[in-house]
C-alpha cells in the first residue's frame, strides 16, 4: 500500500454537487480527497489505499454492488474499512428500513442524512480515519507476530533437525562402538592364534636353516603370510581403538616402499599407482602402524573419486617451513606426504566439511563419514598438519605435514642364533589360559635354552612363586579370566618384590597401571621374545608403565 493513499478520503457522489461539496468541507479540514465515477472506479482506489469512504445513497440504488461487496468480504484480518453513507432526508435506518441492506453490505458504515451541517460530515470523518489508522497500528502488530511466529517455527525446525542430525550420528556412533568392541575382541583372538603359529614357523626355520632349500623357501613364505596377518591385526586394533599411538622415528620411504603391494591391491587395476620419495627424506615423528592406516584411507577415498580409473601419486619430500608459513605449525623441518588424485575432486562447500566427523559424500552404507577427521586428529596428535584441496572435476590432493626428527629408526635386523642364547638359562614361569599359546611360547622359551613351567591361570600361578624360589622371569598374558596379568603381576610383586614380570597381550586396551612393567604384544617371534626377555630380567625397574599414559588412537570421533 502507497503510504500517502492509506488515508485519503474516498467520494462516491456522482449525482449534483454532492461530491465537489463534500471534497471541499474535507479539503480545508486538511483531507486528501478523490472523487469517484463509480462503484468500479471506488473499488479500483481502494485496492491504492484509502483511509475511509463517502459515498451518497443514490450510488448504491440501481449499481452492482457486487464488487463493492467482494472487496469488502476479502479484506484482511485486520482491515475493517470505514463508510460514511450521506442518505437522503429521512433516510435513516428508523425511517428507511431500505438503508438496513446498506448496512449488511458496507458492514463497517456510518448514516448522515442531508443536509448535513460541515461539523457533523468532519466529525465523522476524523472518527473514521483514526478507526483505520488503529487498524493500520493493528496490522503492524499482526505482521510483528507473524513474524515472530515464522520465526519460532523456522527455529523449532532447525532444532529438531539439529537434534535428528545429533541423533543419527549418535547412532553411527554407537554403531561404530560396537563394531570397534567387536573388531577388538576378533583382534585379540587372532593375535593369540598367531602367536604359536609364527612361533613354530620361526622355531622349524632356524632347525631347517640351510639343510633343505625347498622347505626353507616354503616356511619363509608362510612366514611373511603370518607378518601380513600380524599387520593386518594391528590395523583392525587401530581401527576399534585399541591401539595406543606410540610416535618414533621412522623411514618414510621405507614404509611406503613397503606399502606399494597392498595400496595396489587396494585401489585395483584401472588405477595407475606413481610413488616417489626423495633421496636426502630425514626420518619423521609418527606411529608407523596409524600412518600406514591414515595413508591408506586416503588411497581408498582417492579410488572411490575415480569410479572410472585414473591416475593416484604419492610423493614424499622434506619442506622446510618458516614463521608464519602455512600450514601453521611451528618453524622447522617436516615430511610432507601428499596423496593426489586426478578424480571428480570437491566444490568448496563440500570441502569446507569434509574432515568434520560423519560428513560424507557417500551413499548410505559406504562411508562413516570419519575416515578424514581421524587423518586430521592423527596429525594433530603427532604434532603435524592434515591439509585438504581440491577442484571440482579436477581431483583431490591430500598433505600429511609429520615433524622430522634428528633419531634414526631402530634397525631391523634379524639377529642370528648365537645373538638369540641368554647370557644364562633362566627359569621361566609361563601364565596364559590358552594352551596352545602357552605350549608355544614354552616351546620358544626352551628353544632359548630357557627352563620353563607352565600355568594355566594366575592363582595357580601364585601358588608355584611362593612354592618355587628359583624362578627367575614371569611372562604372563594380560586377559585372562578371574585375574588378569595387571592383578597377577602385582600379587607377584608383594610377594617377591624384585621378581621381573614380562606382559605378552594381544590386546591394547586401557587398564590400571603397574609400574615398572615391561610388555611384549602378541604375535611376536624368537627374535622378540628374546629381547624382550632380556629386557625385563636386566633392567626391570627402568622400563615405563605400560599402560600409565596410554590413550586411545584418534580422540576427535
Same mark, same amino acid.
Given at each position: 500500500m502507497i503510504p500517502h493513499l492509506s488515508e485519503r478520503a474516498l467520494i462516491l457522489a456522482p449525482l449534483g454537487r454532492d461530491a465537489e461539496v463534500a471534497a471541499a468541507m474535507?479539503?480545508? &479540514?486538511? =483531507?486528501?480527497?478523490l472523487a469517484c465515477h463509480s462503484i468500479e472506479h471506488l473499488v479500483a482506489e481502494m485496492d491504492k +489505499? &484509502? +483511509?475511509?469512504g463517502v459515498i451518497a445513497e443514490e450510488a448504491l440504488r440501481t449499481a452492482n454492488l457486487a464488487p463493492l461487496a467482494r472487496w469488502i468480504g476479502a479484506q484482511p484480518e485486520w482491515s475493517d474499512f470505514p463508510f460514511i453513507l450521506l442518505t437522503l432526508r429521512g433516510g435513516g435506518l428508523e425511517r428507511n428500513p431500505a438503508a438496513r441492506r446498506y448496512l449488511d453490505t458496507l458492514g463497517n458504515v456510518t448514516f448522515l442524512e442531508?443536509?448535513?451541517h460541515p461539523t457533523t460530515l468532519l466529525s465523522l470523518a476524523r472518527s473514521a480515519r483514526r478507526g483505520r489508522q488503529r487498524q493500520y497500528e493493528a496490522r503492524a502488530r499482526l505482521e510483528e507476530l507473524h513474524a515472530l511466529a515464522a520465526d519460532l517455527e523456522q527455529r523449532v525446525e532447525q532444532r529438531t533437525a539439529e537434534r535428528q542430525a545429533a541423533l543419527e550420528q549418535l547412532h553411527e556412533a554407537q554403531k561404530l562402538e560396537t563394531l570397534g568392541q567387536l573388531t577388538g575382541g576378533v583382534a585379540h583372538d587372532f593375535n593369540n592364534l598367531l602367536t604359536p603359529i609364527i612361533g613354530a614357523l620361526d622355531l622349524l626355520q632356524r632347525r631347517t636353516e640351510g639343510a633343505d632349500g625347498r622347505a626353507a623357501r616354503w616356511i619363509a613364505n608362510a612366514l611373511q603370510s603370518g607378518e601380513r596377518a600380524k599387520t593386518l591385526v594391528q590395523r583392525l586394533l587401530g581401527f576399534a581403538r585399541r591401539q595406543e599411538l606410540r610416535s618414533g622415528p621412522v623411514d618414510i620411504a621405507s614404509l611406503m616402499n613397503g606399502m606399494?603391494?597392498?595400496i595396489s591391491s587396494s585401489v585395483g587395476s584401472t588405477v595407475e599407482l606413481q610413488l616417489s620419495c626423495s633421496a636426502d627424506l630425514p626420518p619423521a615423528l609418527a606411529d608407523p602402524n596409524q600412518l600406514e592406516l591414515a595413508i591408506l584411507n586416503l588411497c581408498v577415498n582417492a579410488r572411490d573419486a575415480m569410479p572410472a580409473g585414473g591416475l593416484l601419486i604419492i610423493g614424499v619430500e622434506p619442506v622446510l617451513l618458516s614463521p608464519g608459513s602455512e600450514p601453521r605449525l611451528a618453524p622447522g623441518l617436516y615430511v610432507r606426504l601428499s596423496v593426489i588424485d586426478t578424480g571428480t575432486g570437491m566444490d568448496s562447500q563440500t570441502l569446507a566439511h569434509a574432515v568434520e566427523p560423519f560428513f560424507s559424500t557417500k551413499d548410505v552404507g559406504r562411508g562413516t563419514g570419519l575416515g578424514? !577427521?581421524?587423518v586430521h586428529g592423527l596429525m594433530a596428535q603427532l604434532g603435524g598438519a592434515f591439509i585438504l584441496s581440491s577442484v571440482e572435476g579436477e581431483g583431490t590432493r591430500?598433505?600429511?605435514y609429520l615433524p622430522a626428527t634428528d633419531a634414526l629408526p631402530d634397525a631391523a635386523t634379524a639377529p642370528g642364533s648365537d645373538d638369540l642364547l641368554p647370557a644364562q638359562p633362566l627359569s621361566v614361569l609361563i601364565v596364559d589360559d590358552e594352551p596352545l599359546v602357552r605350549r608355544g611360547i614354552g616351546e620358544m622359551l626352551r628353544n632359548l635354552g630357557h627352563h620353563v613351567i607352565e600355568a594355566d591361570g594366575g592363582a595357580e600361578a601364585l601358588g608355584m612363586v611362593a612354592a618355587l624360589p628359583d624362578i627367575d622371569v614371569v611372562v604372563t598374558d594380560y586377559k585372562m579370566p578371574r585375574m588378569d596379568g &595387571?592383578? =597377577?603381576?602385582?600379587r607377584v610383586r608383594e610377594t617377591r618384590p624384585g621378581m621381573p614380570v614380562l606382559?605378552? !597381550?594381544g590386546y591394547t586396551g586401557a587398564a590400571d597401571p603397574v609400574e615398572g612393567l615391561p610388555r611384549l604384544n602378541k604375535p611376536f617371534g624368537l627374535a622378540e621374545l628374546a629381547a624382550a626377555l632380556r629386557r625385563a630380567t636386566e633392567q626391570p625397574e627402568t622400563v615405563a608403565p605400560p599402560f600409565a599414559a596410554e590413550q586411545p588412537v584418534l580422540d576427535e570421533v
Open positions: 474535507l479539503a480545508e &479540514a486538511g =483531507f486528501n480527497t +489505499g &484509502a +483511509g475511509f442531508r443536509p448535513f606399494r603391494d597392498l578424514l !577427521s581421524m591430500a598433505d600429511l &595387571a592383578e =597377577f603381576a602385582r606382559l605378552i !597381550s
